[in-house]
């Protein structure tokens, strides 16, 4: 299979080239600055949303590549005075090795990489993060080594770090489950869907939530939202029904009180930190496949 041109639902990839991703970003964590692959080169991200660990994890991550990280936000760009995005795509990809969009727009996302002549990478849109999910992995993976047959359970929002997680999840034979309310569910993905977060919770390896209102949801709706998820909290008592070294995740950010409690996100059980820092880690490796397609090649 040839390497992936862009990384926008994480299907791009296959098994094969996942294990090696995630074994390459485990390298570049121990050895952060080895890597010289964007050398002189520029990466163009762009936020159309706002973002805390996606924009330092990738600034940061160009940087230690060697690479120069071209932040741009769309009131400063010629998008808001109705600039097409076919346009802006050309240009980019004039100036930049890689660009990277958050947005709210699915259209705007498909149509970057439809006109870029260089890799476009999803760095959130409403119904895929795959640059989350490849933390999560690296995370898992950290705490079992060899991940396949490993079970995630994913109670809450089935939104789109739920949906990344059990497409990404599944290239490394991960089992994920995912328990949400009826109306909240995602019927798209492979994960194995359960309404009971306790039934989904036993004997899983990690537990792990989002946010309950995300950022391209309808603040209407907040309310509702709030009160139909509330049974779906990771809490010390839904953790009891997981195996005895289970962990949770949250991809962040956290809301303590409502999808996870203050006592499992600072507590011993949880990995939550390490998977923001891996992000930095993933990415890294994501960039360097995108830069290096024959990396991986054999
Ligand atoms: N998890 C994640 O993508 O966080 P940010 O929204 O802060 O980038
Ligand atoms: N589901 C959340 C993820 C934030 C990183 C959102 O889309 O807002």
């Given amino acids: 299979m040839p390497a992936p041109q862009h990384f926008i639902t ?30 002189g080169r520029t990466v163009a991200l762009l936020f159309n949303k706002p973002s805390t660990r996606t924009r330092t994890s990738f600034e940061s991550g160009v940087f230690e590549l060697g690479g120069h990280p071209m932040i741009l936000r769309p009131d400063e760009m010629q998008l808001t005075r109705g600039e097409s995005v076919k346009d802006t795509a050309i240009v980019l990809s004039r100036h930049a090795a890689i ?19 260089v890799p476009v990478v999803n760095m959130l849109s409403p119904g895929h993060h795959p640059c989350q999910a490849l933390a999560d992995l690296l995370t898992l993976k950290e705490a079992f080594g060899d991940i396949e047959g490993r079970t995630i359970a994913y109670v809450g929002d089935g939104n789109n770090v739920a949906r990344s997680l059990a497409v990404i999840g599944e290239l490394a034979g991960v ?124």
């Avoid at 010390?236 to 997981?242: E, F, G, N, R």
């Avoid at 011993?268 to 992000?279: F, S, Y």
């Fill in 99 to 117: 660009i990277g969009l958050r947005t709210g727009d699915e259209d705007e996302l498909n149509g970057l990489a439809e006109h870029a002549a």
């Fill in 175 to 298: 089992r994920v489950r995912i328990a949400a309310p009826d109306g909240y569910q995602i019927t798209d993905t492979p994960a194995e869907l359960f309404t009971d977060p306790v039934e989904a919770v036993k004997g899983a390896d990690a537990v792990y939530t989002d946010v309950w209102v995300s950022m391209s949801d309808d603040e209407s709706s907040a309310a509702a939202r709030r009160e139909a998820l509330a049974p779906y909290a990771i809490t010390d008592k839904l953790m009891s029904h997981a195996k005895p070294e289970a962990f949770a995740l949250h991809c962040l950010p956290a809301h303590p009180g409502e999808e996870i409690t203050e006592s499992v996100l600072y507590g011993e059980r949880q990995r939550i930190w390490d998977q923001a820092e891996n992000r930095r880690h993933a990415q890294k490796a994501l960039l360097e496949l995108l830069v290096s397609p024959q990396r991986g090649e054999g």
């Fill in 10 to 39: 994480g299907a791009e990839l296959d098994a094969d080239r996942l294990d090696l991703l995630l074994h390459r970003a485990a390298a570049l964590k121990e050895a952060p600055l080895s890597s010289r692959a964007l050398e």
